[in-house]
T-cell receptor
């Protein structure tokens, strides 16, 4: 079984631009969650999608948005980038049920805003 | 809101030694899941061990075991016979059992295993 794939691995963007990150979950998994990892704030939950619906959302401004497609692939979009958005963005894939809680993470997308 | 605290930012031990990483959490929930994740320099988070709060028995996975003290809201990870490959950041995480995948992470402990 292929693991969780995040693309691209690295991105450099300019302040004010927007960016889209992609996450392909493990086959059969319907849940995709996104996390932001920074040295100062640690790992913070952004949002979770399950069967194309946002099921949970963290405390991030509206510039951070996401969506999930019918094949469970998910995209995360950040508009009007700020320097503070520089971070490692991780996505996690899981079955998304109470019976199986294990989350499998991708290798992340390192976003640098200059 | 749930919070997870890891009070040891860094730890260092010699290969083959036993090391214990600490984690405390705060919640009003009676049932929940606790996890330890490992993040090596490759950045990929890997699940080390999982504990369900309603299970009194401490979880074990080979050289990894936990000491789960529900009343004290403590969840420590013990690594026995430590190996060089155990060098990584270790994160303690909490999740409510709602099916929704929302992990609340601690700040992490950087563990170095020295040869």
């Amino acid at each position: 079984k292929a693991g969780v794939t995040q693309t691209p691995r690295y991105l450099i963007k300019t302040r004010g631009q927007q960016v889209t990150l992609s996450c392909s979950p493990i086959s059969g998994h319907r849940s995709v969650s996104w996390y932001q990892q920074t040295p100062g704030q640690g790992l913070q939950f952004l949002f979770e999608y399950f069967s194309e619906t946002q099921r949970n959302k963290g405390n991030f401004p509206g510039r951070f948005s996401g969506r999930q497609f019918s094949n469970s692939r998910s995209e995360m979009n950040v508009s009007t980038l700020e320097l503070g958005d520089s971070a490692l963005y991780l996505c996690a894939s899981s079955e998304g049920t109470q019976r199986n809680t294990e989350a499998f993470f991708g290798q992340g997308t390192r976003l640098t805003v200059v | 809101a749930q919070t997870v605290t890891q009070s040891q930012p860094e730890m260092s031990v010699q290969e083959a030694e036993t090391v214990t990483l600490s984690c405390t959490y705060d919640t009003s929930e009676s049932n929940y899941y606790l996890f330890w994740y490992k993040q090596p320099p490759s950045r990929q988070m890997i699940l080390v061990i999982r504990q369900e709060a309603y299970k009194q028995q401490n979880a074990t996975e080979n050289r990894f075991s936990v000491n789960f003290q529900k009343a004290a809201k403590s969840f420590s990870l013990k690594i026995s016979d430590s190996q060089l490959g155990d060098t990584a950041m270790y994160f303690c995480a909490f999740m409510k059992p709602q099916g929704a995948q929302k992990l609340v992470f601690g700040q992490g402990t950087r563990l170095t295993i020295n040869p």
